[in-house]
């Protein structure tokens, strides 16, 4: 079972056999391999400019904080939840992502400091959108999964905020009252008039695990409904990658590594790939050393290639010079092995002193 201390969502431990350290270089090797299935390919689409679309995406999505405060303290009064401004949210969000799906997925990539609860429900909705989009689904099934992860923590309004607060370890007794909240999610939203049952797999189940070690039922493999599948996979995502009071988010391309390896038992693998598609090998806001020693943030993803993403030079790495921030579209090198403009690794924020955000457009979006 995972390790209890995170209380939102049940992290996996990582094996004694195999610990983060040993597995970097296959995990890695793993990812990359990714790039080369065409099925795991967006075709490349006419949108809006991301700079256009970013103001936009960052309303929606303010808006969308506002809706899920209102709706989780109806929850907490013991008030009737209602459907339409979710909806309405979870559309407005949508219609962002069909025209850039970058702008609404970097604000969601690219942390702030903000009330986790609150923004842990927007953004397993908006990740879970750009899931569905990976996958081909129909624009009514992406908005009905996107009201499922707004909604899939509600029942967190009926555990004692003593244990929803807490900071250290929760006690066996103390994890077992958690639990329940998923019980809870599943009982509120069926009492929502309207509400699809999708959207109540995805709260219902998004606890549950590929190989049955999850809860409450302890399902197993094809008996979770595949968006529960899909939930389980990006609660963790979201959760591994925010700060919170007792740990320090991970970087998006060090969760990808950590839940690749997971994925082998506590997710669906080819699911898991196609979520790794939805985000990019390389995330928005990833720190990326190139072969030449240049050293760059990814400010957006390319639909055409997950292993050459557009990205910002800030930094020489053989000098450690900072240099005048510079736009580079990788795929514009793609044949060229001479300039050695190629992805090598990640690199640490820390090691250079980065703020990824200071290098996105319109950084007061992401502060």
């Known amino acids: 079972?995972?390790?209890?201390?995170?209380?939102?969502?049940?992290?996996?431990?990582?094996?004694?056999?195999?610990?983060?350290?040993?597995?970097?270089?296959?995990?890695?090797?793993?990812?990359?391999?990714?790039?080369?299935?065409?099925?795991?390919?967006?075709?490349?689409?006419?949108?809006?400019?991301?700079?256009?679309?970013?103001?936009?995406?960052?309303?929606?999505?303010?808006?969308?904080?506002?809706?899920?405060?209102?709706?989780?303290?109806?929850?907490r009064l013991g008030q009737q939840v209602t459907l339409g401004p979710v909806q309405d949210a979870v559309r407005n969000m949508a219609e962002s992502m069909f025209r850039n799906p970058d702008a609404i997925l970097s604000l969601s990539l690219i942390k702030k400091r903000d009330e986790y609860t609150f923004m842990h429900s927007v953004n397993v909705g908006v990740f879970l959108m750009s899931f569905c989009r990976a996958l081909g689904m129909e624009d009514e099934t992406i908005i009905k999964v996107g009201v499922g992860g707004m909604l899939h923590d509600i029942g967190k309004m009926r555990t004692p905020e003593r244990i929803l607060n807490m900071a250290g370890k929760l006690s066996e007794e103390e994890f077992q009252i958690m639990k329940q909240h998923v019980t809870f999610s599943r009982q509120l939203l069926e009492n929502i008039p309207g509400i699809s049952e999708i959207s109540v797999?995805?709260?219902?189940q998004h606890h549950e695990r590929f190989d049955g070690t999850g809860y409450p039922k302890g399902l197993k493999a094809d008996e979770i409904n595949e968006f529960g599948q899909m939930a389980a996979i990006v609660d963790v995502y979201d959760a591994i990658t925010s700060d919170r009071v007792y740990h320090k988010g991970n970087p998006p391309h060090v969760a990808l590594k950590r839940m690749l390896d997971w994925s082998k038992q506590h997710f669906n693998p080819q699911l898991y790939q196609k979520f790794v598609q939805s985000v990019g090998i390389y995330p928005?806001?990833?720190?990326?050393?190139?072969?030449?020693?240049?050293?760059?943030?990814?400010?957006?993803?390319n639909m055409e290639s997950?292993?050459?993403?557009?990205?910002?030079?800030?930094?020489?790495?053989?000098?450690?010079?900072?240099?005048?921030?510079?736009?580079?579209?990788?795929?514009?090198?793609?044949?060229?092995?001479?300039?050695?403009?190629?992805?090598?690794?990640s690199e640490p924020n820390e090691?250079?002193?980065?703020?990824?955000?200071?290098?996105?457009?319109?950084?007061?979006?992401?502060?």
């Open 1 to 75: 079972m995972g390790t209890t201390t995170d209380k939102h969502c049940a992290v996996p431990e990582a094996s004694g056999r195999n610990p983060i350290s040993n597995i970097e270089q296959t995990l890695s090797e793993q990812l990359l391999a990714l790039d080369d299935d065409e099925e795991l390919r967006f075709k490349p689409t006419k949108q809006e400019p991301f700079e256009e679309e970013l103001n936009t995406a960052a309303e929606v999505k303010s808006q969308a904080r506002k809706i899920v405060g209102n709706v989780l303290s109806d929850a």
């Open 201 to 204: 797999f995805v709260a219902a």
């Open 284 to 301: 928005i806001g990833t720190l990326v050393r190139l072969e030449n020693g240049l050293v760059g943030v990814v400010i957006r993803s």
């Open 306 to 345: 997950l292993l050459h993403p557009f990205i910002k030079i800030i930094l020489n790495a053989k000098t450690g010079k900072k240099l005048k921030p510079t736009d580079l579209n990788l795929m514009d090198h793609v044949n060229d092995t001479t300039k050695g403009y190629r992805i090598i690794r």
């Open 351 to 367: 090691k250079w002193n980065v703020d990824p955000k200071e290098f996105m457009p319109r950084p007061e979006l992401f502060s």
